[in-house]
């Protein structure tokens, strides 16, 4: 039984390929007849158009996929140059900043390696510019012999302020744009005199000028270190810079006149400073007795917490009797 299948299968299988055989036969001999060709060749003419036109729209939404992926591409790289390049700004930023601050600190310890007295560099730590109050916190205090009333001033010997305010590790500085700050000022060319006081904003005026001085704008003012009688000095030293006169109010009915000062140091802007430590100035205080200026300690030093000191006025000489 399984021999009778297997020989129709056989069968079967023969007659196809029989078959299959005799197609391709009949198929390659009407080919290759001339009818058969000009019809091929006129089929592949007419259809030429349409298969250009197919291979055209291919090739267009081809490239418009490359283009989308070019596309995506870019944006991925202009992503990335966007983050690179902002990542150098602020580290052109950081390094700008860190090169003024090194800048200004080489100027102070130069201001100090000059200056006749003796002084402390220290940081900024803290700001408070509002209407009612301006003044820095600095990064040392009494630990470091900062104490109220020290002067302080910054690079190229520009006047900043006074502490008014120190403990062990911080002192608090008001600065000369404060309100309730007043520095005598005189100008630098023609040696006018006035009171220069803060004003809101942080603006300098100098007023109580005298009318028949002729102040112009450009003239730095600068502290005058005035002695008084007694040999009691002026509450700041003599030369620090204040500001550069920028206009100049006069009023013919006045006796006085008034001047607008830009401050010499950026004082919105402070990085470093340095504390002056041992001058000595000012009128003393009601709790306060001046002292002998001769009567000096080691190496001429003050003794401790008297100030201000005073030069002994000579005693007045007998005057010869009339004849």
């Known amino acids: 039984m399984s021999t009778m299948f297997a020989n129709r299968a056989t069968r079967r299988r023969a007659v196809t390929f029989t078959i299959l055989l005799s197609v391709s036969l009949i198929l390659m001999a009407i080919s290759s007849s001339p009818g058969v060709t000009e019809f091929q060749n006129a089929m592949g003419y007419a259809l030429r158009p349409i298969q250009g036109a197919i291979h055209d729209v291919a090739d267009g939404i081809a490239s418009a996929v490359a283009a989308i992926g070019d596309i995506d591409r870019l944006h991925s790289d202009n992503a990335a140059l966007r ?49 009612a109050r301006r003044s820095v916190t600095i990064s040392k205090g009494t630990d470091a012999g900062i104490e109220r009333g020290d002067v302080v001033i910054a690079e190229g010997g520009a006047l900043v302020g006074r502490v008014t305010d120190a403990g062990p590790t911080f002192a608090v500085v008001t600065l000369i744009s404060d309100r309730t700050s007043t520095v005598i000022g005189q100008t630098e060319t023609s040696q006018a005199k006035g009171e220069v006081v803060g004003q809101l904003g942080g603006a300098l005026i100098m007023q109580k000028i005298d009318s028949t001085e002729k102040v112009q704008p450009g003239e730095q003012v600068l502290t005058p270190g005035l002695q008084l009688a007694g040999g009691i000095l002026s509450s700041y030293p003599k030369g620090l810079l204040i500001g550069e006169i920028t206009d100049v109010q006069r009023d013919a009915n006045s006796v006085v006149q008034t001047a607008y000062l830009l401050p010499t140091a950026d004082l919105d802007k402070l990085a470093y400073v340095l504390v002056v430590l041992d001058y000595v100035g000012g009128l003393p205080g009601p709790d306060d007795t001046p002292i002998d200026c001769s009567k000096t300690g080691p190496s001429g030093a003050l003794p401790g917490g008297e100030q201000p000191c005073i030069d002994p006025s000579a005693a007045p000489s007998a005057s010869p009797l009339l004849p």
């Open 83 to 131: 983050q690179e390049n902002q990542r150098l700004a602020n580290e052109n930023l950081r390094a700008r900043a860190i090169e003024q601050e090194n800048e200004s600190y080489a100027g102070l310890l130069q201001l100090k390696s000059s200056f006749g007295y003796e002084t402390t560099a220290a940081e900024v730590i803290g700001r408070e510019s509002s209407e």
